[in-house]
């Protein structure tokens, strides 16, 4: 079963920037060839994907809200993901979620579907002030 822990988070100032990390742990394949994505709910709103990294061929997609603004990264050989926020906004307040997708992907593919993924994090929450 895989574990997924996320780092990271706090309060900023609008126009500040935050860093996230997710650990992954507890899979039996290997780490290409995978999703792993950031979701995140703001109070009364449902959950939204993010930004989500192929591990293999290392094809991203990100949410129109925060393109320009965010970037989804890895590292493989510390099995982490890693969400860079810059210029953050008010509207960016939400609990942020690390999500995986452990079954085998494929080159160029990538989603942002609640429903594609499987493992779950804790969630770690942001808060931005105007």
């Known amino acids: 079963e895989v574990q997924l822990v996320e780092f990271g988070g706090g309060s900023v100032q609008a126009g500040g920037s935050l860093s996230l990390s997710c650990v992954a742990s507890g899979y039996t394949t290997n780490w290409n060839w995978k999703l792993m994505a950031w979701f995140r709910q703001a109070p009364g709103k449902?959950?939204?994907?993010?930004?989500?990294?192929?591990?293999?061929?290392?094809?991203?997609d990100y949410t129109a809200s925060v393109k320009g603004r965010f970037t989804i990264s890895q590292d493989k050989a510390k099995n982490t993901v890693y969400l860079q926020m810059n210029s953050l906004k008010p509207e960016d307040t939400a609990m942020y979620y690390c999500?995986?997708?452990?079954?085998?992907?494929?080159?160029?593919?990538?989603?942002?579907?609640?429903?594609?993924?499987?493992?779950w994090g804790q969630g770690t929450q942001v808060t931005v002030s105007s």
């Open positions: 999500a995986a997708d452990f079954t085998q992907s494929w080159a160029g593919h990538v989603s942002l579907r609640e429903e594609d993924f499987k493992s």
């Open positions: 449902e959950r939204e994907g993010v930004a989500v990294i192929n591990t293999g061929g290392g094809a991203t």
